[in-house]
């Protein structure tokens, strides 16, 4: 079964700067997506930016990016230019292509706080 | 504004009792997820539809049904609540599978 891992249960960081949040995922599967979630004190699960395992290029969404380190099986998300209204949960998520179900498997998260 | 909808935002009812959890996917989106998320387990997957079928189970007790609708509305009901029931319940839609969208969720409270 496929797993997913963020070690980091909370991190800080100063507005404008830049932080990288950790996951690694656990799959024998060689084709699946990876996704990132922010969860913000109002509950919505927001799509921050996703990842074909396919694709070797990095996905890049205006101040979010990702690490895909598919041998090593980590995919990080990086936020540059940090914003207060970045605080938020944030779930490393894996789906896999095909079979059944795309059903999400989520990391348990990781609460980013931002300090002016 | 994901475009998906959920009714009602909260929910508040006693143990024993059995509610109605209702979900609007975005326009055009053929499948439906429905997800639990509480402080113990996290965010679990419990049901997904496809075009009004069943595709998929995760961890959904027996005391818990869905169904999807022709209109493609999907619908999770609950029964004989029990307290560890509280949970933020969250559906989801996509079209093509590869990206899901959440609505706002429906947070029922056990008393």
């Known amino acids: 079964a496929q797993t997913v891992t963020q070690s980091q249960p909370e991190m800080s960081v100063q507005e404008a700067e830049t932080v990288t949040l950790s996951c690694t995922y656990d799959t024998s599967e060689s084709d699946y997506y990876l996704f990132w979630y922010k969860q913000p004190p109002s509950r919505q699960m927001i799509l921050v930016i996703r990842?074909?395992?396919?694709?070797?290029q990095n996905a890049t969404e205006n101040r979010f990016s990702v690490n895909f380190q598919k041998a090593a099986k980590s995919f990080s998300l990086k936020i540059s230019d940090s914003q207060l209204g970045d605080a938020a949960m944030y779930f490393c998520?894996?789906?896999?292509?095909?079979?059944?179900?795309?059903?999400?498997?989520f990391g348990t998260g990781t609460l980013l706080a931002v300090q002016p | 504004d994901s475009g998906v909808t959920q009714t009602p935002k909260h929910l508040i009812t006693a143990t024993g009792q059995r509610v109605t959890l209702r979900c609007s996917p975005r326009s055009g989106d053929l499948s439906v997820y429905w997800y639990q998320q509480s402080l113990d387990q996290g965010l679990q997957f419990l049901i997904q539809y496809y075009n009004g079928e069943e595709r998929a189970k995760g961890n959904i007790l027996e005391r818990f049904s869905a169904q999807q609708f022709p209109d493609l509305h999907s619908e999770l009901n609950l029964s004989s609540l029990e307290l560890g029931d509280s949970a933020l319940y969250f559906c989801?839609?996509?079209?093509?599978?590869?990206?899901?969208?959440f609505g706002p969720g429906t947070r029922l409270t056990v008393t």
């Open positions: 989801a839609s996509s079209v093509d599978g590869r990206a899901q969208y």
């Open positions: 990842q074909e395992a396919y694709k070797q």
């Open positions: 998520a894996y789906r896999n292509v095909g079979g059944a179900t795309n059903k999400l498997i």
